[in-house]
């Protein structure tokens, strides 16, 4: 397995999970960052600061290695989702990134996490 670095644009990231070419394996847990975490990152982005590496897998579209799952957002057109890429690291940031970017109509549930009123858990 060879590991190619690539700089890629983050909108073009949201393209392509909206498209169901950027899927998530369907073992990743749920996103779970708060809305100051993603007020963060967006304040990152906006400062031209680096924001971390993603870690993408390719994917055969017809035969992806793991069941794939759309990014929470994304809203890909088909039901059957055949990824080109596989997200193993960078879904807290990438799923923020849609929801700040693509406004989806997603609901929150009462927070999950003890003392903090600002959790944004999508379902």
């Not at 393209?15 to 304040?43: S, Y």
């Amino acid at each position: 397995m060879e590991i190619i670095p690539d700089k890629r644009k983050l909108i073009g990231l949201v393209e392509q999970a909206g498209a169901g070419k950027l899927c998530l394996p369907n073992f990743q847990r749920d996103f779970v960052w708060t809305r100051d975490a993603i007020a963060d990152l967006l304040r990152s982005v906006l400062r031209g600061y680096f924001i971390g590496s993603v870690l993408l897998l390719r994917a055969d579209p017809e035969r992806p290695p793991f069941a794939p799952i759309a990014l929470r957002g994304s809203n890909p057109g088909s039901s059957t989702l055949r990824p080109e890429w596989l997200v193993l690291d960078g879904q807290q940031r990438l799923t923020s990134l849609i929801y700040a970017l693509t406004a989806p109509e997603l609901g929150s549930r009462t927070p999950r996490i003890p003392g903090d009123s600002s959790s944004i858990l999508m379902h």
